[in-house]
């Protein structure tokens, strides 16, 4: 069973940091890209980043770009958001996400990933 478990979600005051993990089990993690989406209330969930199976290459939304970084551990089953300079405009329910799809224009599309972790709340306060 594939299970996906984000963690290090929280409170932050604007202009603070957060990392994000996301530790994959049940599957062969290496095979996948792994995405990082978001969704704030009443909105879509969105893209944020996502990273190929080799963390060669990365995909980010212009929103974040410059200020997330994402990054994987395959030795450790685990993939990674680093946040820094959070706005408000940051808070949301962050998901991390797997695909088995090879094309990077599949990364910002969430229809294209399988598995699904539950979410991890991130508030940024003003």
């Known amino acids: 069973q594939v299970q996906l478990v984000e963690s290090g979600g929280g409170l932050v005051q604007a202009g603070g940091s957060l990392r994000l993990s996301c530790a994959a089990s049940g599957l062969t993690f290496s095979n996948y890209a792994m995405g990082w989406f978001r969704q704030a209330p009443g909105k879509e969930r969105e893209f944020v980043a996502a990273i190929s199976w080799s963390g060669l290459r990365t995909s980010y939304a212009d929103s974040v770009k410059g200020r997330f970084t994402i990054s994987r551990d395959n030795a450790k089953n685990t993939v990674y958001l680093q946040m820094n300079n959070l706005s408000p405009e940051d808070t949301a329910v962050y998901y991390c996400?797997?695909?088995?799809?090879?094309?990077?224009?599949?990364?910002?599309?969430?229809?294209?990933?399988?598995?699904w972790g539950q979410g991890t709340q991130v508030t940024v306060s003003s």
């Open positions: 996400a797997a695909t088995r799809s090879a094309y990077y224009s599949d990364y910002t599309e969430k229809n294209r990933y399988s598995y």
